[in-house]
């Protein structure tokens, strides 16, 4: 039983394409996240959404865009794919900004971008 | 602005020798502080999570304690298996409180 799983795990495209990442989670939590992690694996916070709504967007080109459909999934759009966007895309998952919140990983998208 | 600062950035021990690894913040309004380990290819695997000054955890041969300003995770006896790294984050209180704010890690190598 995948708790948080993201497909696809590996995308390799050309620069100026479109493209799609998906995350489910199945934990029953109302919030959720996408972190970027760049070549040094920092791990960044991009976007969250709670019940659907999105409450954080940190300064990310609106080249992304991410879609919530219901609770249990949270997809990340990309446009005009560009170099720079290579890296690794972990979406996250919690019940909701309490103290007793933690966060769960899915296993990561691998983007490279040619 | 804040910012969570791990050191030191790799640590290589031989299997048996105990060490730490430091997360220090400078954040006003600390809501938790979390302890995540991850592993080559995979997402971040949650450890712990922190409160308050004094309060400590443990789970195996791990064990995290923290302060008003910095968090140790201690790591009694590694094992080759405990090979990871080792990421510390912060998550505020008010506007903040839904993100986690990352250290870059701790890559941590265990000798047999």
């Known amino acids: 039983d995948t708790a948080v799983s993201q497909t696809p795990k590996y995308l390799v495209t050309q620069m100026g394409n479109d493209k799609s990442i998906k995350c489910e989670q199945n934990?029953?939590?109302?919030?959720m996240y996408w972190y970027k992690q760049d070549s040094k694996k920092f791990l960044k916070i991009m976007f969250s959404y709670n019940n659907k709504e999105l409450i954080i967007n940190e300064t990310v080109p609106n080249r992304f865009s991410p879609k919530s459909p219901d609770k249990a999934h949270l997809n990340l759009h990309i446009n005009s794919l560009e170099l720079g966007d290579s890296a690794v895309y972990f979406c996250a998952s919690s019940q909701g900004g309490g103290l007793q919140e933690t966060q769960y990983f899915g296993p990561g998208t691998r983007l490279l971008v040619l | 602005e804040d910012q969570v600062t791990q050191s030191p950035e790799a640590l290589r021990l031989q299997e048996g020798e105990s060490s730490s690894l430091n997360c220090s913040y400078t954040v006003s309004g600390l809501r938790g502080l979390f302890w995540y380990r991850q592993d080559p290819g995979k997402g971040p695997e949650f450890l712990f999570t922190l409160y308050s000054a004094g309060e400590e955890k443990e789970k195996e041969r791990l064990k995290a304690t923290l302060t008003k300003k910095e968090s140790f995770l201690h790591i009694t006896a590694p094992k080759p298996e405990d090979s990871a790294t080792y990421l510390c984050a912060v998550r505020l209180s008010g506007a903040g409180s839904y993100q986690l704010t990352f250290g870059k890690g701790t890559k941590l190598s265990v000798i047999p």
């Open positions: 934990l029953g939590h109302d919030t």
